[in-house]
């Protein structure tokens, strides 16, 4: 019988090292020729899949996809798409079935966060349910850090590291302003539901600067919250304010709402660090900066975490080793050792205790007041961060590799989506 090929694809919000794992996927799929026959990558995500629309990794060279590991973004595409329940659209199912019997597909990674993995989990089931082998493998990812059982997320390190350095230096500016000019600084990061990434603007405050969190497990409370930025002014003659987009009123509502929504159903962020520095100005008349961190802390590969580079690639490494293991519906996770020194282990997590389960910062991570962070959280941080992985420069320009994305040849009909 012929080697079954394996699909892999990429899904939800990219980031600086989601393609290190890619690398791990291909590369280690390569070197288990006897097992696994070609990778094909769905161009979309699970589009790719429904659509027939395949990438031919093996038309790459291995130069260039070793080049991924230090490439930001989604070397073949992502997408926002889940799939709904087997009940509520069985035709999907049956399609996806369809185009991997057509590609003899017996391998599914999919490389994402909590709506990917909610999304391979319901493929592990197609051989339960509908009879078809295929062992589906999650291969974390997500700047949020918000996936339960693992320590710690491919692309949160990075994230957290870019954000930790921008606030850093953007600290010194409004610092260097303050007596003439500028007394607050406003940075917006992303974050829906958990804190981790604004978090990591804390770890400023080991020198010194004054800074204020916002995160979304604690209810926003204005008049605390002025008090709190009047007292930082007062005390340094300026002050920092790191704001997570899902910082939310007690009723609910986000500060950033926007009153539209994803893909997937959720209210669309963007927009709190002007409706904070907006409401600092009318009560203290401070003048102000803001910025929203948005694409570019995601995306900021010249600067990752050397730590997370080398996750990102061992967990894609690991997820093909579970899968020519017999592995099926399960995801491969960082368990963390020891803080200092810094040491983990590479686990495995069940699915089906991973998907639509959320990972919040915990209340012993925030200090007291709210406002920052703790000792206890800046321990679980400062591994993520260390290290630099440079990519390789030319021209005063970071060099990164754009695949050939080779189209497999289709063989099914069209597929409405």
């Known amino acids: 019988m012929a080697k079954k090929n394996a699909f892999y694809a990429q899904s939800g919000g990219v980031t600086a090292v989601i393609n290190a794992s890619a690398c791990g996927v ?3 799929a390569r070197k288990h020729k006897d097992k696994i026959g070609k990778v094909y ?50 035709r999907e199912y ?3 079935i369809e185009v991997f019997k057509a590609h ?24 339960e349910s509908m009879g078809y082998p295929i062992q589906a493998i999650h291969v974390p990812k997500t700047v949020d850090n918000d996936l339960p059982i693992t320590d710690c997320c491919p692309g949160f390190g990075s994230v957290a590291k870019y954000i930790a350095v ?12 303050a007596k003439t000019s500028t007394r607050v600084f406003v940075i917006e990061v992303m974050g829906r539901h ?8 804390g770890l400023v405050a080991d020198q010194g600067i004054p800074v204020v969190i916002l995160f979304p497990e604690i209810e926003f409370d204005q008049k605390k919250f002025l008090a709190a930025v009047k007292k930082k002014v007062d005390a340094s003659g300026y002050c920092t304010i790191v704001v997570s987009e899902g910082c939310h009123y007690p009723d609910g509502k986000f500060l950033a709402e926007q009153g539209t929504r994803d893909a997937f159903g959720h209210a669309q962020l963007g927009g709190a660090a002007p409706v904070v520095a907006n409401m600092i100005k009318l009560a203290h008349g401070y003048k102000f900066h803001w910025a929203v961190a948005d694409y570019l802390q995601r995306s900021a590969r010249h600067i990752a975490s050397k730590t997370d580079v080398k ?4 967990l894609g490494k690991k997820a093909v080793e579970l899968a020519i293991k017999g592995h099926n ?14 040491k983990y282990k590479i686990g495995m997590a069940p699915l089906s205790k991973v998907a639509n389960v959320e990972k919040f910062m915990p209340r012993d991570f925030i200090s007291k007041d709210g406002y920052g962070i703790t000792e206890k959280c800046r321990r679980y941080l400062a591994p993520l961060i260390q290290g630099e992985d440079y990519p390789r420069y030319e021209d005063g320009l970071p060099q990164y590799v754009t695949l050939k994305n080779v189209a497999v040849a289709k063989k099914l009909k069209a597929f409405e989506i």
Do not use: H
């Not at 589009?47 to 038309?59: R, V």
């Not at 130069?63 to 709904?84: D, E, M, Q, V």
């Not at 999919?110 to 909610?118: C, L, Q, R, V």
């Open 26 to 28: 291909i590369q280690t």
């Open 41 to 90: 990558a769905g161009r979309n995500g699970i589009i790719g899949a429904l659509t027939e629309d395949l990438i031919d990794t093996s038309k790459e060279t291995d130069a260039a996809i070793a080049a991924l590991r230090s490439t930001p973004s989604g070397a073949f595409g992502s997408c926002r798409f889940k799939l709904k329940s087997l009940e509520a659209n069985k």
């Open 94 to 96: 049956e399609r996806l």
């Open 104 to 127: 003899n597909i017996g391998y599914f990674f999919y490389n994402g966060g909590g709506d990917s993995a909610d999304t391979c989990f319901k493929v592990s089931q197609l051989s």
């Open 166 to 177: 921008s606030t850093l230096e953007a600290s010194f500016d409004v610092r260097s302003m």
């Open 194 to 201: 958990a804190g981790w990434i604004a978090a990591a603007g």
């Open 311 to 314: 996750q990102a690639y061992e």
């Open 329 to 342: 519906s399960v995801m491969p996770t960082v368990d963390r050792i020891s803080d200092s020194p810094y």
